[in-house]
Nanobody, 130 residues
Framework: QLQLVQSGGGLVQPGGSLRLSCAASGTYFQDLAIQDLAIRWFRQAPGKEREGIACISVDYGGTYTTDYLDSVKGRFTISRDNVNNTVNLQMDNLKPEDTAVYYC???????????????WGQGTQVTVSS
């Protein structure tokens, strides 16, 4: 059983920054090492569907790749710390429309569908408001 524990988030003014972290522990049922899992950040704003915003995965050559939702490109940066089995999401130049509950999720690769992710963090509120 894999556990994902999120930290970070909170209230910030427009233009500000926040950092979210997702710490993984346990085992993944497909016998993948935690370092080999894809981790995607999703968010869900009130009244809207949950959307994927950033993902990090590793290819067969050991190279990490990332992808981003267009609306967060250039503002958000996803990274991973394999020593601590943690994936971070640095969010800069935050806008009110970034307000949402943010979730991290683990799966075998960086698909965009929610159903492709087997384990989820508990969710973290991010509020961008003056």
């Amino acid at each position: 059983q894999l556990q994902l524990v999120q930290s970070g988030g909170g209230l910030v003014q427009p233009g500000g920054s926040l950092r979210l972290s997702c710490a993984a522990s346990g085992t993944y049922f497909q016998d993948l090492a935690i370092q080999d899992l894809a981790i995607r950040w999703f968010r869900q704003a009130p009244g809207k569907e949950r959307e994927g915003i950033a993902c990090i995965s590793v290819d067969y050559g050991g190279t990490y790749t990332t992808d981003y939702l267009d609306s967060v490109k250039g503002r958000f940066t996803i990274s991973r710390d394999n020593v601590n089995n943690t994936v971070n999401l640095q969010m800069d130049n935050l806008k009110p429309e970034d307000t949402a509950v943010y979730y991290c999720a683990a799966g075998p690769n960086c698909n965009w569908n929610l159903s492709d992710y087997d384990y989820w963090g508990q969710g973290t509120q991010v509020t961008v408001s003056s």
